[in-house]
């Protein structure tokens, strides 16, 4: 395996973490009809900021809350409804 591939490999992990982590702390909310589809879950991601052990994760943390907050809804769901 390349090292690029490597990096590409730690970089989803560091990211799954953080979306995890955003999870726990209500930040991020999975939708439970289409698994893989994250929104705003409504909590404050600073929870889950305080609870990382590094700054590697709290960049994941940030960039996977970036990722997927700011909508209140899942998208497949609301386009499913439109459709």
Known sequence: MGGSKR???EQEAEYQSGL??????????ECE?????YYDGGEDV?????NAASADDKAAIQLA???NSGI???????KNMRD
């Not at 995890?20 to 909310?29: F, H, N, T, V």
């Not at 009809?33 to 589809?37: F, K, L, R, T």
């Open 20 to 29: 995890e982590a955003c999870i726990e702390a209500g930040s991020i909310e």
């Open 33 to 37: 009809y289409h698994p893989g589809s």
């Open 46 to 50: 600073e929870e889950a900021l305080n």
């Open 72 to 78: 209140d809804y899942c998208p497949s769901c609301d």
């Open 65 to 67: 809350y970036d990722d």
């Open 7 to 9: 990096r590409q490999e």
